[in-house]
């Protein structure tokens, strides 16, 4: 069974500070921490451009420390695009252009280029494929479920095809996002959050990936005990 667990910040530009500084304090630094003390665990990271930059201009040594640890393979961090505009949007040159401006600043600051790409609230299509190849990623995080169906079209890793080439599709867990979004609207209780979070990762499904929303979690009131 494989099972693989990640986070990811969207916080966007125009928000108060304190945003930044409750998702960092509550979320991101208790888990960079844990990282560093571990040698057994890979966690996934995608983090929003404006929380990359107020990190560089506010907390450089927190800077440091994901440059460590993706360099020591314990933390690999994911590419999106870079105004957090919705992909399947835009153009697909349009689109390949913003996820490769995140990857380029990433890769200047981490001195790590990201080999993943992950797609917030949204739905694969076919031609994700083709911008992965376009911005040399081997693999796309997003979800294979459909609310408006609510069909989930593959929940293992399946290697897709478009004109030619070929991308790893790795399915989040709706579940899990489900989870936390209900914890953050009050509707869950966090040790409730715990029991489900446990019940997912110790069942008998051959692949898990869990995605939490680290702003959701700050949001819900969690702290970083």
């Known amino acids: 069974m494989k099972r693989l667990v990640g986070g990811y910040i969207q916080l ?15 979320t991101l630094l208790p888990i960079l921490t844990e990282l560093n003390r571990r040698n057994d665990v890979v966690f996934q990271l995608a983090l929003s451009v404006p929380f990359m930059e107020f990190l560089e201009k506010n907390h450089p040594s927190v800077n440091l420390l994901l440059t460590d640890l993706s360099r ?8 999106q695009t ?16 913003q996820i490769e401006q995140t990857t ?5 600051r981490y001195h790590a ?13 076919p031609s994700y494929v083709g911008t992965m190849n376009l911005c040399f990623l081997d693999s796309l995080i997003i979800s294979a479920h459909d609310p408006h169906s609510n069909k989930t079209y593959f929940d293992e890793p399946v290697v897709m095809q478009e004109l030619g080439k070929r991308g790893l599709i790795l399915p989040m867990c709706d579940e899990m996002s489900k989870g936390v979004e209900e914890y953050a609207e009050g509707i869950l209780s966090f040790p409730k959050l715990l029991a489900l979070s446990k019940r997912i990762i110790t069942s008998d499904a051959p692949f898990v990936l869990a995605m939490l929303n680290l702003d959701q979690l700050a949001y819900g009131g969690i702290t970083a005990d």
């Open 82 to 97: 870079f105004p957090q505009s919705i992909p399947t949007l835009l153009a697909p040159k349009d689109r390949a252009h």
């Open 72 to 79: 020591s393979e314990k933390l690999e961090l994911l590419s």
């Open 113 to 125: 280029r990201s080999r993943t790409l992950f797609c917030y609230n949204q739905i694969f299509n």
């Open 104 to 108: 380029t600043y990433m890769r200047k």
């Open 12 to 26: 966007a530009h125009g928000l108060p500070a304190p945003f930044f500084t409750r998702a960092l304090e509550t």
